[in-house]
C-alpha cells in the first residue's frame, strides 16, 4: 500500500503568519491535488499539479511539486481565519487517488 | 455547490437495518467513487465506476453493496452494519483520465447504534 504522509497533522496558528504543509511519499504520482475540506461539507480541490518541480499560485496559497513527482508541499503566506480547515493531498496513480491523513489548520484571529 | 448531491446528509441506522446512500453528479462526468472518511485516517476508497461498470472494489465487506444504474447516479446500500461502520461516506465524480481531478459531494454522517 502506498503511503502519502502529511506534516504536520495539526496546526495552530495567528492571523498574519505563513505556513508550510509537507506531503511525502516514496512512491511516484502522475498528478497530485490539493483540497480543503471544511465541516460538514466534503473536499474541495484547490490545484492540480502534474509536472515535476510545478509551482502554481493561488492569491496566497503556493503549491509546489517535487521534482521526482514524490512529495508536494503548500505554503500560505499571511493567514486568515478563512483558511482554517482540514487540508488533504492526494497522489494520483492509475487513476486511483492516495490520499494523505490531512493536516488540520486552525487560524485564529 | 459542487455538482455532486448526497443524500441523506445523516442517517442514523441500527445494525439490522437497511439503507440506501444516493448520490447524483451534474457535471456530466463518467467516473463515480465512494470513499470513507473516519476520524484520523485518510480518505478510504471503497468502490470506482468507469462508465457503470465497477472497476474497483477495494476490499469492501459484503455488507455494502454498491449500484450504478446510469453514469450520473450511485448508490451504496447498506445491511448489517457494525458500530464500526460509524463514519463519513463520500461520494465523488471525474472524467476517466488520468490527472482529472475529482469533485466530492458533502457526505452522509452515518451512525450505527
Known amino acids: 500500500t502506498q503511503l502519502l504522509e502529511q506534516s504536520p497533522q495539526f496546526l495552530s496558528i495567528q492571523e498574519g503568519e505563513n505556513l508550510t504543509v509537507y506531503c511525502n511519499s516514496s512512491?511516484?504520482?502522475?498528478?497530485l491535488q490539493w483540497y480543503r475540506q471544511e465541516p460538514g461539507e466534503g473536499p474541495v480541490l484547490l490545484v492540480t499539479?502534474?509536472?515535476?518541480?510545478e509551482v502554481k499560485k493561488l492569491k496566497r496559497l503556493t503549491f509546489q511539486f517535487g521534482d521526482a513527482r514524490k512529495d508536494s508541499s503548500l505554503h500560505i503566506t499571511a493567514a486568515q481565519p478563512g483558511d482554517t480547515g482540514l487540508y488533504l493531498c492526494?497522489?494520483?496513480?492509475?487513476?486511483?487517488?492516495?490520499f494523505g491523513q490531512g493536516t488540520e489548520l486552525s487560524v485564529k484571529p | 455547490e459542487t455538482g455532486v448531491t448526497q443524500t441523506p446528509r445523516h442517517l442514523v441506522m441500527g445494525m439490522t437495518n437497511k439503507k440506501s446512500l444516493k448520490c447524483e453528479q451534474h457535471?456530466?462526468?463518467?467516473?463515480m467513487y465512494w470513499y470513507k472518511q473516519s476520524a484520523k485516517k485518510p480518505l478510504e476508497l471503497m468502490f470506482v465506476?468507469?462508465?457503470?461498470?465497477?472497476?474497483e472494489n477495494n476490499s469492501v465487506p459484503s455488507r455494502f453493496s454498491p449500484e450504478c444504474p446510469n453514469s450520473s447516479h450511485l448508490f451504496l446500500h447498506l445491511h448489517t452494519l457494525q458500530p464500526e461502520d460509524s463514519a463519513l461516506y463520500l461520494c465523488?465524480?471525474?472524467?476517466?483520465?488520468?490527472?482529472?481531478?475529482?469533485?466530492f459531494g458533502d457526505g452522509t454522517r452515518l451512525s450505527i447504534l
Open positions: 465523488a465524480s471525474s472524467q476517466v483520465d488520468r490527472n482529472q481531478p475529482q469533485h
Open positions: 512512491s511516484v504520482f502522475s498528478s
Open positions: 499539479v502534474v509536472t515535476g518541480g
Open positions: 492526494a497522489g494520483n496513480q492509475g487513476g486511483k487517488l492516495i
Open positions: 457535471l456530466g462526468h463518467n467516473a
Open positions: 465506476y468507469n462508465f457503470k461498470e465497477q472497476t
